[in-house]
């Protein structure tokens, strides 16, 4: 059974970088045609995708974050990465990492992330 | 972008109840619409995919329809475990997938 986790700081100052690491386990990150993307909720709101990594290491960002986000994988790890620059109060959010293509059909537990000085 | 626009942002029904509830895309997006239910504190979980194809595991009471901008979740007979936010999501420009605002479903 395919299972990812997400990792990283609960609490991000603002106009620093938030930075999360997904770990897929039960399935290798690099052996199937699927989207490994980010996907965000803001407390009480709805779902956002943020961006996607392909197996074979191409990246596809939501154009409204696309100058901020940066994702990249370590198949070595089974794991991929999200960094999110110049957060600020509206980045606050729960973050889940999830597996996609074309449906969400694996995610993450979600990790709360919160920009706070 | 594809905008989606679920109906309606809440609903309150009972035990039993048939529901409804509708996803309209801002373009054609042939049957790649996918809907998902959330409860508190969790994720989302994948209730159909490509329109009318039932995830595994879930319950036959749950059924979708559509294709091309409007779209319908199902639930025939409201369930207490069903009580929850529903969201509908297009893959058609997969990877750049979006997903609709959500409809709380209460209890009456």
């Known amino acids: 059974q395919l299972q990812l986790q997400e990792s990283g700081p609960g609490l991000v100052k603002p106009s620093e970088t938030l930075s999360l690491t997904c770990t897929v386990s039960?399935?290798?990150?690099?052996?199937?045609?699927?989207?490994w993307g980010w996907i965000r909720q803001p407390p009480g709101k709805g779902l956002e995708w943020i961006g996607s990594?392909?197996?074979?290491?191409?990246?596809y960002y939501n154009p409204s974050l696309k100058s901020r986000v940066t994702i990249s994988v370590d198949t070595s790890k089974n794991q991929f990465s999200l960094k999110l620059s110049s957060v600020t109060a509206a980045d606050t959010a729960v973050y889940y990492c999830?597996?996609?293509?074309?449906?969400?059909?694996?995610w993450g537990q979600g990790t709360l992330v919160t920009v706070s000085s | 972008d594809i905008q989606m626009t679920q109906s309606p942002s809440s609903l309150s029904a009972s035990v039993g109840d048939r529901v409804t509830i509708t996803c309209r895309a801002s373009?054609?997006?042939?049957?790649?619409l996918n809907w998902y239910q959330q409860k508190p504190g969790k994720a989302p979980k994948l209730l159909i995919y490509?329109?009318?194809s039932l995830q595994s595991g879930v319950p036959s009471r749950f059924s979708g329809s559509g294709s091309g901008t409007d779209f319908t979740l199902t639930i025939s007979s409201l369930q207490p475990e069903d009580f929850a936010t529903y969201y509908c999501?297009?893959?058609?420009?997969?990877?750049?997938?979006?997903f609709g605002q959500g409809t709380r479903l209460e209890i009456k």
């Open positions: 999830a597996r996609h293509n074309p449906s969400v059909d694996y």
């Open positions: 039960g399935g290798s990150i690099s052996s199937s045609s699927y989207y």
């Open positions: 990594i392909y197996y074979s290491g191409s990246t």
């Open positions: 373009q054609s997006i042939s049957s790649y």
């Open positions: 490509a329109a009318s």
């Open positions: 999501q297009q893959s058609y420009s997969t990877p750049a997938i979006t």
